[in-house]
């Protein structure tokens, strides 16, 4: 066993603090991982405070992880140590499902295994996160961080950066694309940098006005707020593509009317409370789609990492410390991020 120094919630109501855990010695097929910097991801919030299915408490958040390998298993063929590792959402799946064989392990048939409270399948406890100094994987979902990349401002990569990236590629995302992005923060500003570096023209809807200088710095050709119903209408059955990132529950209808005839719109917030009803006919009348995307497969995260490293792309970031972590949440609450905290897990280690 690795005793591991970590920071969990112990109730949904309460602050997080400072916990201590074992992680397993690592198998044949494991990566032992010295964790350096984690991301800090409204999923982590929202689990932790319980807006979704209560967790098991302690619970420790964090699935935007980049560290150093420091051991590996004896069947580990594609890490060594001291090479720069990154873990996102997953940590296992059954690994021989069809979504499994198709490379989708976030679809796993059998229940994925989420990096944070989920059912371990080697302990038969509950999986940790990324609030902590260590973690071990299976090499299957451990990827490697292109060196070009730098490594605070990469690790949102991991859970930001893939559920972005995911949906813009599978729905064929290209130059010429006319793409709206709804939400500026740790998703939406990843969503304008990669729509940006995939040649679309980006339109960023947002309710707050003091981010237009930096959604068009990150990429963004027009900003629209969204409170203002007069633009909103300005823009009726202007885009082909609308990739919605917000963390609350909001009316999703202002925005298909957006979209141009089957045109798409990909939500991919996860509010603790439903949206507004969708009506019918902003979608039949001009035979639109409503979908949604759930981060993406270990070889298309790696093909991310690729893409960013290609294109000089990482997170705008604001590196904490471990201890900083409550204020942090209420910050993300107040969309006041520029635009992803990130935990310097040195400020754990001591
Ligand atoms: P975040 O950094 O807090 O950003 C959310 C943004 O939504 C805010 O910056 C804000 O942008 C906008 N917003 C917040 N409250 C709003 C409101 N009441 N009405 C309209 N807009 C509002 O959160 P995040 O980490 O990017 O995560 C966003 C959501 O995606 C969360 O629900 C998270 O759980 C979910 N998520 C899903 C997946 C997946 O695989 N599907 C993966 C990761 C995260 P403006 O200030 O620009 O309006
Ligand atoms: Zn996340
Ligand atoms: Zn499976």
Redesign the pocket.
Known sequence: MIPTRAYAGFAATTPLGPHTIDRRDPGPTDVQIEILYCGV???DL?TVRSEWTPPSYPCIPGHEIVGRVVATGKDVTTFRSGDIAGVG?LVDSCRECRSCNDGLEQFCERGATWTYGSKDRHTGGVTYGGYSTTIVVDQHFVVHIPVLLDLAAAAPLL??GI?TYSPLRHWRVGPGSRVGIV??????HMAVKIAHALGAQVTLF???SG?ETDAKRLGADQVVL?RDTAAMNQRANSLDFILD????S?DLNPYLGCLDREGVMVV????PTPHPPVLSGKLVGKRRSLA????GGLGETQEMLDFCAKHGITCDIEVIRMQQINQAYER?LK?D?K??FVIDMASLRG
């Open positions: 991801c409204h999923s929202h959402c859970c930001a559920t939400g500026l923060g740790g998703l939406g947002t309710t707050s981010k969204s990132t917000v963390a609350a909001h991919v917030g996860g509010p949604g995307s759930l981060i993300m969309s991020v635009y992803r």
